[in-house]
Nanobody, 123 residues
Framework: QVQLVESGGGLVQPGGSLRLSCAAS????????MGWYQQAPGKQRELVAT???????NYVDSVKGRFTISMDNAKNTVYLQMNSLKPEDTAVYYC?????????????????WGQGTQVTVSS
């Protein structure tokens, strides 16, 4: 079984900062990549940023220069540092992990989601 536990959401004023964390635990061989997605009310879940185990990052254009994704491989934890927050960043943020798991003598990849953490940017 695999669990993703998120923390760090909350209410912040425009221009403020928040740091989200997501820790993966359970039965898996290694992490291929982890990422963060956002889902605003009435909208589909959208990619915010991803990072591979080798450190390659990818960001949606709207957060470039404001958000930074990082990963602590030893702790199986991904972080999202969010600076210069805007009201349009308000959403539930979900952690995603693409993990390598072992089944008998073979390996496979599987994706998992966290429970989501609310980020509200408002004055």
């Amino acid at each position: 079984q695999v669990q993703l536990v998120e923390s760090g959401g909350g209410l912040v004023q425009p221009g403020g900062s928040l740091r989200l964390s997501c820790a993966a635990s359970g039965s898996f061989f290694s992490i291929n990549a982890m990422g963060w997605y956002q889902q605003a009310p009435g909208k589909q879940r959208e990619l915010v940023a991803t990072i591979t185990s080798g450190g390659t990052t990818n960001y949606v254009d709207s957060v470039k220069g404001r958000f930074t994704i990082s990963m602590d491989n030893a702790k199986n934890t991904v972080y999202l540092q969010m600076n210069s927050l805007k009201p349009e960043d308000t959403a539930v943020y979900y952690c995603n992990a693409n993990l390598k798991r072992r089944s008998f003598s073979s390996y496979y990849s599987a994706a998992y989601w966290g429970q989501g953490t609310q980020v509200t940017v408002s004055s």
